[in-house]
């Protein structure tokens, strides 16, 4: 019997209350047909129902047309599991409102959890977390006063703090492919990464569930390569030939060849960021880097370090991203997880294996806001849920880290005249406060483990040193008391061979990093 069927009957095989294990990452892999597809059907039946949805990032643009906000509808979701959330605002607004459960867990367990699931396992033991929200000790990962049940425990094993993120069966699995056969054996030959699409489906096969496969064209069997197979067909139950529109290689794209390795393209080709604060930061991050180790950039502001070492030259920077591509030039955007010219592309629990064991040398994350001790949040700010992501995973165990964003948000102005920086406009929203929203990073954790961790913005530049928050370097045109101190809700440490910041950081010209 065909494994082909309609998107309606596929709908029709998810029951309500189902536990569903959903693919995709940011806006790329996201299985679309069904997403408008399940919509379609609670909006005309009210069916399927109070489902929980689980993901390790937040598939979607920020508006309601696309990736997991097409399920943003009170009753049709009751539980919700995710890594990434700061693109689908309609599953954060069901959160705010406390409609549904809500569970903020770090993507790259997210990934690994799938995988434990399948392997029926006791759930994913690590120390990822400790001493942030995640934490059963501050807010264990729950995001309103809905969410009741612990997901994640703190145990000790040998005198050491771990934590245990639970298992559960997974009831459906909809994940995406490009190309499968007759009997479901399915390729990846356009998608920009494989994600842990493999992992979601041998959790569902495993939990005794289903598993239903979005692909572009379904070919006759004996045609595919083995060797490509990603998705074997013995784990899959239905297939859904997509509609073009529904399967974007990416949001940013209907197809990018040299995203997933069919072609290379001249990285000259990119252009280069205009000089203003963004640049700035990153160029002074960018001096940071070291080109014989492993980097990750993170979502956001550090996306333009790939930008400026493009421009500089820098040749041979080993840059990875955590949907699993490796080397190549990372993208930004809706196209963020993927890469142009990468090296290799793994599936993603694997690179947070090799993430969460210490493998980067550095990282690269952006700074939303920073406390007294040193304590970052870029996971939430009241209603507005931008969820950890990979941060927690990279953050924890990178033995450098970079955080980089402007001083100052909401209408900041700079002007660069002869070298110097002026503020012309001041941000209304300061980001150094005497205490954060919610702990993504733990500067008492970093502390603990030896991390070197920087935060670098457009006039100042600090440093965690023995414990304390430490302002090191200043731009030039930048006042002390009036431009930077005076900007902050608590009075950090000096240090006392106080620096100015590299003049090239503020002139047109390339700054001749090698």
């Not at 009741?148 to 995406?176: C, H, Q, S, T």
């Not at 067909?233 to 209907?254: F, K, L, M």
């Not at 793994?346 to 690269?364: K, S, V």
Request: glycine letters at 12%; a negative charge.
């Amino acid at each position: 019997m065909s494994k082909v069927i309609s998107l309606e009957q596929a709908v029709s095989m998810i029951p309500d209350g189902a536990t569903c294990g959903i693919g995709g990452f940011i806006g790329s892999g996201h299985p679309q047909e069904f997403s408008v597809g399940i919509e379609e059907s609670f909006l005309k039946s009210g069916h399927p129902n109070n489902l929980t949805i689980m993901f390790s990032a937040g598939i979607g643009d920020g508006t309601d047309k696309l990736g997991l906000n097409k399920l943003g509808h009170e009753g049709l979701l009751k539980r919700i599991i995710g890594g990434h959330w700061g693109l689908i605002p309609a599953l954060q607004k069901l959160v705010f409102e406390n409609k549904v459960e809500g569970y903020n867990l770090p993507l790259g367990t997210i990934s690994l959890l799938f995988r434990d699931i399948a392997g029926h396992r006791p759930g994913t033991i690590t120390k990822i977390g400790l001493k942030t929200f995640i934490d059963p000790r501050l807010e264990g990962a729950k995001m309103n006063e809905r969410t009741k049940e612990d997901l994640v425990e703190l145990m000790e094993i040998d005198g050491e703090e771990w934590l245990r993120y639970k298992p559960f069966p997974v009831n459906v699995a909809l994940i995406r492919a490009t190309y499968c056969d007759e009997d479901g054996n399915a390729t990846m030959d356009k998608e920009a990464a494989t994600l842990d699409s493999l992992s979601i489906a041998q959790a569902a096969k495993n939990s005794g569930g289903i598993v239903l496969l979005q692909v572009e064209k379904v070919v006759q069997n004996g045609t595919l390569d083995p060797r490509k197979v990603k998705i074997p067909g013995i784990y899959v139950d239905g297939i859904v030939v997509s509609r073009p529109e529904n399967h974007w290689q990416t949001y940013a794209g209907q197809y990018n060849p040299a995203l997933c390795g069919e072609v290379k393209v001249p990285v000259d080709s990119i252009a280069p960021m205009a000089l203003n604060e963004r640049k700035i930061i990153c160029r002074r991050a960018a001096m940071e880097l070291d080109p014989n180790a492993i980097i990750n950039l993170g979502i956001g502001m550090p996306e333009g370090i790939a930008n400026v070492a493009n421009e500089e030259g820098l040749p041979g920077l080993k840059l990875t991203v955590e949907a699993g591509g490796i080397g190549g030039v990372p993208m930004a955007g809706t196209a963020f997880g993927t890469c142009t010219n990468p090296d290799a592309i793994i599936d993603q629990p694997y690179q947070f294996d090799f993430y969460d064991g210490g493998g980067l040398g550095q990282a690269f994350l952006g700074l939303a806001e920073c406390d007294k001790d040193g304590n970052i949040n870029v996971s939430r700010f009241g209603p507005k849920i931008a969820g950890c992501g990979g941060f927690i995973n990279i953050t924890q165990t990178s033995p450098v880290v970079v955080y980089c964003g402007t001083f100052t948000a909401g209408g900041l102005k700079i002007a660069i005249e002869d070298g110097k920086l002026q503020i012309l406009n001041e941000g209304r929203i300061k980001k150094f406060k005497d205490s954060v929203e919610q702990i993504t990073f733990s500067a008492e954790y970093a502390t603990e483990t030896g991390q070197k961790v920087m935060y670098v913005t457009e006039r100042a530049v600090f440093e965690l040193l023995d414990g304390k928050l430490t302002l090191t370097e200043i731009a030039p045109g930048i006042d002390l008391e009036n431009d930077v101190l005076a900007h902050m809700e608590f009075r950090p440490a000096i240090a006392e061979n106080l620096k100015l910041m590299d003049e090239r950081l503020f002139q047109p010209e390339i700054m001749g990093l090698k």
